[in-house]
C-alpha cells in the first residue's frame, strides 16, 4: 500500500508569491492534517481536515489556507510568501479525527528566495 | 496552550547501550501519546505510541512509558544501532483541537 504521497517534494518561489502544496492520504484515510516544519524545531501545527471539513487551525496567518476534496486529498496554499515561510511543509494522514494513529510524508521542502 | 518540553536535546551512546528520552507535557485532557523518529531528508516516523489508559508498551528493543499523574512519557531504546540515530519527536496529541504538540526533538547519536 502506498503511504501518504506529497508533492512537490521540492520547490524554490520568490517574496510575494503564492504556492500550492498537494498531499494524498494512505487510502481509506478520511483526515488529513499540514504541519510547518522550520529547520532545527520540531513540526507545526497549521490545519487539520476530516470528511472535507476544517477541524482544527493552527496560530497561522490568513495568508495559509487549505482545502480537502471528495477523494480525501488535500491542497495547502500559501499566498504572498515570506522568506520566514521557507520550511518543510509536512502532510500527515490519520483515519480518524481523533489523533490515533497519524503517519507522515516525505514532506515539501519550500524555499522563499 | 499546550506545552511539551524534551529532555535531553542531544545523546550519544555506544553501540549496543540503552538510550531514553523523556517528555513532558502540560494538558491533563491529552489521552495518546506517540513517538516519532525522523531522519535527516524525511518526514517524521511513528516508531511507538501509548494510551492513558496504559502504563508501558514494548515493542521489540523500543519501549514507552507513561505517568499520567506526573504528566511525562518516556522512550526507551534498548540494544541501540547505528540506524537508530535520528531525531526523536514526542508529539502529545491534543484533544480540543485536533493537533499534535510537538516537542523539541533531541538528536541521538549511535557510535559505532
Known amino acids: 500500500d502506498a503511504g501518504v504521497t506529497q508533492s512537490p517534494t521540492h520547490l524554490i518561489k520568490t517574496r510575494g508569491q503564492h504556492v500550492t502544496l498537494r498531499c494524498s492520504p494512505i487510502?481509506?484515510?478520511?483526515?488529513v492534517s499540514w504541519y510547518q516544519q522550520v529547520l532545527g524545531q520540531g513540526p507545526q501545527f497549521i490545519f487539520q481536515y476530516y470528511e472535507k471539513e476544517e477541524r482544527g487551525r493552527g496560530n497561522f496567518p490568513d495568508r495559509f489556507s487549505a482545502r480537502q476534496f471528495p477523494n480525501y486529498s488535500s491542497e495547502l496554499n500559501v499566498n504572498a510568501l515570506l522568506l520566514g515561510d521557507s520550511a518543510l511543509y509536512l502532510c500527515?494522514?490519520?483515519?480518524?479525527?481523533?489523533?490515533?494513529?497519524?503517519?507522515f510524508g516525505q514532506g515539501t521542502r519550500l524555499t522563499v528566495v | 496552550g499546550e506545552n511539551v518540553e524534551q529532555h535531553p536535546s542531544t545523546l550519544s551512546v555506544q553501540e549496543g547501550d540503552s538510550a531514553v528520552i523523556k517528555c513532558t507535557y502540560s494538558d491533563s485532557a491529552s489521552n495518546y501519546f506517540p513517538w516519532y523518529k525522523q531522519e535527516l531528508g524525511k518526514g517524521p516516523q511513528l516508531i511507538i505510541d501509548?494510551?492513558?489508559?496504559?502504563g508501558e508498551k514494548k515493542d521489540q528493543r523500543i519501549a514507552v512509558t507513561l505517568n499520567k499523574t506526573a504528566k511525562h512519557f518516556s522512550l526507551h531504546i534498548t540494544e541501540t544501532q547505528p540506524e537508530d540515530s535520528a531525531v526523536y519527536f514526542c508529539a502529545p496529541f491534543e484533544e480540543g483541537t485536533y493537533k499534535y504538540i510537538f516537542g523539541t526533538g533531541t538528536r541521538l547519536k549511535v557510535l559505532a
Open positions: 500527515a494522514s490519520s483515519s480518524t479525527d481523533r489523533g490515533p494513529e497519524a503517519f
Open positions: 501509548i494510551r492513558s489508559n496504559v
Open positions: 487510502s481509506g484515510h478520511k483526515s
